[in-house]
């Protein structure tokens, strides 16, 4: 049985820094391309960043040099520094691979970014 558990979230100012934390089990964590995605209310999730089994990144446009994403293969990780935090990141911050499989959703960690 596969599970993800985020965890990290908070409140935190505008301008902050938040580090989120992902530790899967029931996959072959090594081998697959793991994914940070973010749903705020009222809109679709949306992917964040991803990782490749081999390192290589990618992040979408609107998290560009404030946000990096990187793994832990020993510890099946996946972690997300959040930095220069907007009030548009508030939002639920999930793992997944990528691309993602349905019912693999954990729970989720909040973050919220607000003065």
């Known amino acids: 049985q596969v599970q993800l558990v985020e965890t990290g979230g908070g409140l935190v100012q505008p301008g902050g820094s938040l580090r989120l934390s992902c530790v899967a089990s029931?996959?072959?964590?090594?081998?697959?391309?793991m994914g940070w995605y973010r749903q705020a209310p009222r809109m679709p999730r949306e992917l964040v960043a991803i990782?490749?089994?081999?390192?290589?990144?990618n992040y979408a446009d609107s998290v560009k040099g404030r946000f990096t994403i990187s793994r832990d293969n020993a510890k099946n990780t996946v972690l997300l520094q959040m930095n220069s935090l907007k009030p548009e990141d508030t939002a639920v911050y999930y793992c997944?691979?990528?691309?993602?499989?349905?019912?693999?959703w954990g729970q989720g960690t909040q973050v919220t970014v607000s003065s």
């Open positions: 997944n691979t990528a691309p993602s499989v349905p019912d693999r």
């Open positions: 029931g996959i072959s964590f090594s081998m697959n391309a």
């Open positions: 990782i490749g089994s081999g390192g290589s990144t």
